[in-house]
């Protein structure tokens, strides 16, 4: 059985800093393409960021763009996101998600997904 476990959520002020972890496992993800996604309040869930099996060349949306970092971890299974100056607007559950296949590919469709983690950033 597959398994994505997210972690690291909470609650911080604005400014602050925050690393999400999530632990795959059931299968080796080396070929899979992993990412995040986040869904705040009342909106569609939108794409955060993405690292292709290979792990070169992430990819951020453009409002996380230069504040937020994904890895990944290929002996551990993990793939992080490092969130740095976090604003209110990043407020949301925040999804890893993973797919065999291109970081395009993992954007349109996701094989895989967790169960999410909350990150709720005060003014």
């Known amino acids: 059985q597959v398994q994505l476990v997210e972690s690291g959520g909470g609650l911080v002020q604005a400014g602050d800093s925050l690393r999400l972890s999530c632990a795959a496992s059931?299968?080796?993800?080396?070929?899979?393409?992993m990412g995040w996604f986040r869904q705040a309040p009342g909106k569609k869930r939108e794409f955060v960021a993405a690292i292709s099996w290979s792990g070169p060349f992430p990819n951020y949306a453009n409002s996380v763009k230069g504040r937020f970092t994904i890895s990944r971890d290929y002996a551990k299974n993990t793939v992080y996101l490092q969130m740095n100056s976090l604003q209110p607007e990043d407020t949301a559950a925040y999804y890893c998600?993973?797919?065999?296949?291109?970081?395009?590919?993992?954007?349109?469709?996701?094989?895989?997904w967790g169960q999410g983690t909350q990150v709720t950033v005060s003014s």
């Open positions: 998600a993973a797919t065999q296949g291109t970081l395009v590919e993992l954007t349109r469709n996701q094989d895989y």
């Open positions: 059931g299968r080796t993800f080396s070929r899979y393409s």
